[in-house]
């Protein structure tokens, strides 16, 4: 079994939430959802007939995949006007984003980025105006060598960390790089509430650096492929349930 390892200083142990496998940090809203829409008995002829989305095992598999890094501390979200020296420049967008914390003495849990940097990337201009910005998260990734890490929003949830905060994916090698990674994330929208210690902030999922090529196939009748091809939809046709989970469900598990 390999193992993914997050490391932070000694005076932290108690104080911040460590780090969870996916599988145990689900939102409660998945929890609460039905496998089936009301009223369809759920092994009755059709087999998938009212199956709602948690029968789909891509859709679930990925959401329990790697593990998640909760915020390690109450941040305050508030709107303010920007400054007088911006407010000058035709390109001050008359407000900011600030973000309080308690402790500020003791070290920053955010940090601005230079919107001259970064406020070019498509995605981010569809936001509040100058709200790039950094976590500046405490913990050291560590995996076995081969091994880089991707960190991202958790799948299949915008509500987490929250729905206004929107968390760009990366990828690190993390068997060679012994230090903590900041998590770049701009806001959507102005929002005025404490986002709490403990949500979950990020998913990070090992990844095995591998080259790789590509190549195109055509199927043609009869030859090998085809032959997989309608075994697969030969076996799928004779069972009302669990076809895929069965045969192809995520083997990989994480503790």
Same mark, same amino acid.
């Not at 200083?9 to 996916?22: N, Q, S």
């Not at 087999?47 to 679930?60: D, H, I, L, Q």
């Not at 230079?114 to 405490?138: A, D």
């Not at 949830?157 to 990828?171: C, E, M, N, Q, Y």
């Given at each position: ?7 932070a200083a000694?005076?932290?142990k108690?104080?911040?939430?460590e780090?969870v496998?996916a599988?145990?940090?689900l939102?409660?809203w998945?929890k609460?959802?039905?496998?089936r ?5 759920p092994?009755g002829?059709g087999?998938t007939?009212?199956?709602t989305y948690?029968?789909c095992v891509p859709?679930?598999?990925i959401?329990?995949?790697?593990y998640i890094i909760?915020?390690w501390?109450?941040?305050a979200?508030s709107?303010?006007?920007c400054a007088e020296e911006?407010? =000058?420049d035709? %390109?001050?967008?008359g407000s900011? *984003?600030?973000?309080?914390w ?6 920053a +849990?955010v ?8 406020g070019?990337?498509?995605?981010l201009?569809?936001g509040?105006?100058h709200s790039s910005?950094?976590?500046?998260n405490?913990?050291?990734i560590k ?6 890490t ?12 929250h729905p206004?905060i929107k968390?760009?994916t990366?990828?690190v090698?993390t068997?060679?790089?012994?230090n903590q990674?900041t998590f770049?994330?701009?806001m959507n929208?102005?929002i005025t509430e404490t986002?709490k210690?403990g ?9 095995k650096r =591998?080259?790789? %090529?590509?190549?195109?196939?055509? *199927? ?6 085809d032959?997989?091809?309608q +075994?697969?939809?030969?076996?799928l046709?004779?069972v ?6 069965d045969k ?5 598990r994480?503790?």
């Amino acid at each position: 079994m390999e193992i993914m390892e997050f490391m932070a200083a000694e005076h932290l142990k108690g104080a911040y939430p460590e780090p969870v496998a996916a599988h145990l940090s689900l939102p409660q809203w998945l929890k609460d959802d039905p496998n089936r829409e009301k009223g369809i008995h759920p092994y009755g002829p059709g087999g998938t007939e009212g199956a709602t989305y948690k029968r789909c095992v891509p859709f679930m598999d990925i959401m329990r995949t790697g593990y998640i890094i909760p915020l390690w501390a109450d941040l305050a979200f508030s709107e303010q006007p920007c400054a007088e020296e911006c407010q =000058e420049d035709d %390109g001050c967008p008359g407000s900011s *984003i600030k973000v309080d914390w308690k402790g500020s003495d003791r070290g920053a +849990q955010v940090e601005k980025r230079g919107w001259s940097s970064w406020g070019n990337i498509p995605e981010l201009k569809t936001g509040v105006s100058h709200s790039s910005m950094t976590f500046l998260n405490p913990w050291i990734i560590k995996t076995p060598p081969g091994y880089s890490t991707l960190i991202t929003a958790p799948f299949n949830d915008d509500s987490r960390p929250h729905p206004a905060i929107k968390t760009l994916t990366g990828l690190v090698n993390t068997d060679t790089y012994h230090n903590q990674i900041t998590f770049f994330f701009y806001m959507n929208y102005y929002i005025t509430e404490t986002l709490k210690k403990g949500t979950p902030l990020v998913q990070v999922i090992p990844i095995k650096r =591998e080259e790789w %090529g590509s190549k195109i196939t055509y *199927i043609t009748p009869g030859d090998e492929n085809d032959m997989k091809h309608q +075994q697969e939809t030969s076996y799928l046709d004779s069972v009302f349930e669990n076809g895929y989970r069965d045969k192809h469900g995520c083997p990989v598990r994480f503790k």
